[in-house]
């Protein structure tokens, strides 16, 4: 059988996205290749989110580590309640840790350990360098094992940060092991769920250093300044939204009338 040749609007669209598109078929099956394909593929997957992040790789870049209640790899998928909830000790260093940041970075392995290996050092080193060149206050910058992203949570609760971000190795697809998603909440002390979420950051998806520029980009949104604002200015820029034709809110205190 002569192979059709596929049309300019397919080449286009198969050239826009990972997705496997016209596999081809023997009779109402996938074709033999494809198949053997595809169970690479989900080996591959389940092998990764089996596997652990070094113990080196925090210590290498400076990461505060902490541990959820989550006992292994196995848990995490099993028992997300567990994977977002931090263990005593881990409660007990986190509360020795830079309170009131302007931003606190969280890195967690989630579904996809191998990606904070190969793609969460462009991304963490990208996000530091843009929030220092704006003077943003920075926390303590942890990593966190066995962990899902909800456990960013249970930190804020007690960072209490104005942004949190929380980077996080995902499996979206079968295709790629090394993806990221980055997940972002403006005051999430306040009970506030995520606000903003970027996915499918790698080499063969969304560059680490255009990922970390976006996710700057949503934090100044967040932060109600623009790049540099000194902190003073901030407070000022606040005080001036609370104002009510033109007037400074009133200041409730023990000797002002009820």
């Known amino acids: 059988m002569t192979a059709v040749p596929p049309s300019t ?16 078929r023997t009779g109402p099956r996938l074709r033999t290749a494809v198949l053997l394909r595809l169970a690479a593929d989900r080996a591959r997957a389940r092998d990764a989110v089996a596997s652990a992040v070094p113990a080196s790789w925090p210590r290498r870049r400076g990461l505060l580590e902490l541990a959820t209640r ?43 350990p191998p990606a904070l290996a190969r793609s969460a050092g462009p991304v963490l080193a990208a996000l530091v360098r843009l929030l220092r ?11 966190v094992r066995n962990a899902r992203p909800a456990v960013g949570a ?45 996915h499918d950051v790698h080499a063969g ?11 700057v980009a949503w934090i100044d949104a967040m932060l109600g300044a623009g790049p540099g604002t000194p902190p003073r200015t901030r407070r000022a820029a606040r005080t001036s939204r609370r104002k009510v034709g033109g007037k400074a809110p009133r200041r409730r205190g023990r000797n002002a009338r009820r």
Do not use: K, N, W, Y
């Not at 397919?10 to 016209?22: C, H, I, K």
């Not at 060149?133 to 990593?143: A, E, I, M, P, Q």
């Not at 998806?205 to 996710?215: F, H, S, Y």
């Open 133 to 143: 060149v704006r003077r943003r206050r920075l926390g303590t910058t942890l990593f």
């Open 154 to 198: 249970a930190i804020a609760r007690v960072i209490r940060p104005r942004v949190l971000c929380v980077i996080a190795g995902e499996l979206a697809t079968l295709d790629t092991t090394e993806s990221l998603a980055l997940h972002l909440a403006a005051r999430p002390a306040r009970g506030m769920p995520i606000a903003t979420e970027l």
């Open 9 to 24: 609007a397919f080449a286009a669209l198969a050239a826009a996205t990972p997705a496997r598109l016209g596999l081809g």
């Open 70 to 112: 989550a006992a292994d790899r196995r848990a995490v998928v099993a028992q997300p309640r567990l994977a977002a909830t931090l263990g005593p000790a881990a409660a007990a260093r986190l509360r020795r840790c830079r309170r009131r940041p302007d931003v606190q970075l969280v890195v967690v392995d989630a579904t996809a």
């Open 205 to 215: 998806g969304l560059a680490p250093r255009d990922a970390a520029r976006a996710v």
